[in-house]
């Protein structure tokens, strides 16, 4: 079965440095993989999305993600954080051929420090 | 341009109450979802549904069930609402077998007292 996990279930770093937040997934093919970003007291937003191609994509408010087949990874990256960046984001994975339905991490809480 | 819309933001009820909660799409989208968020236990999947008047059972379906009678609206009803059903719930659509992402809602935090 397909699985997410985001080891880091909270994460503090200071405005201005760079920013990474890791997800895993546990499937047999080439995933659809997915970074959302859920600021607080709000639904959840896409930033970025990958399914084939060029395995480095980029998203919005200045995010990027790596796909990386060997390692199972699609870690979200941001080189300079902003203090609106604090937010809690979710990895997603979603399977060909299914009826669209996607898997959730359980998400990990960025807090920035001034 | 708001393509999900869950009818409260802010909910309070009593137990034992009937609740909805109303979510509706404006994409004419296929898919229907209805989660709940709770701290530490991400998002768990309480039912879906692929089409008008049919709907499938998530993670968690015990104390809840759904209606959808037309595809641009999907209910979530708690039957008798209680203490341990306080949560945040999210409402999202998709495309039927387009492994697109999901579209999510505001969100209603519902607080049963």
């Known amino acids: 079965a397909q699985s997410v996990t985001q080891p880091d279930i909270h994460i503090t770093v200071s405005e201005g440095a760079s920013l990474e937040l890791r997800c895993n997934y546990s499937?047999?093919?080439?995933?659809?993989l997915f970074w959302y970003v859920q600021s607080p007291g709000q639904g959840l937003q896409l930033l970025l999305k990958?399914?084939?191609?060029?395995?480095l994509v980029q998203g919005i408010k200045g995010f990027e993600a790596e796909f990386k087949r060997s390692q199972s990874s699609f870690n979200l990256r941001k080189p300079s954080v902003h203090w609106s960046d604090a937010a809690e984001y979710f990895c997603?994975?979603?399977?060909?051929?299914?009826?669209?339905?996607?898997?959730f991490g359980k998400g990990t809480k960025l807090s920035v420090k001034p | 341009d708001v393509k999900v819309t869950q009818s409260s933001r802010y909910l309070v009820k009593r137990t034992g109450e009937k609740v909805f909660l109303e979510c509706v799409q404006d994409?004419?989208?296929?898919?229907m979802f209805w989660y709940r968020q709770d701290p530490g236990l991400g998002l768990r999947l309480i039912y879906f549904?692929?089409?008008?008047?049919?709907?499938e059972k998530g993670d968690i379906p015990e104390g809840y069930s759904v209606s959808r009678e037309k595809k641009e609206r999907f209910s979530l009803i708690l039957e008798s609402a209680s203490t341990n059903q306080t949560s945040m719930y999210l409402c999202?659509?998709?495309?039927?077998?387009?492994?697109?992402?999901?579209?999510f809602g505001s969100g209603t935090r519902l607080t049963v007292v």
């Open positions: 999202a659509s998709s495309l039927l077998r387009r492994v697109d992402g999901y579209t």
């Open positions: 499937y047999g093919a080439t995933p659809y």
């Open positions: 990958y399914f084939s191609g060029d395995t």
């Open positions: 997603a994975v979603g399977v060909s051929g299914s009826q669209g339905n996607l898997i």
């Open positions: 994409m004419d989208h296929e898919n």
């Open positions: 549904s692929y089409d008008v008047k049919m709907k």
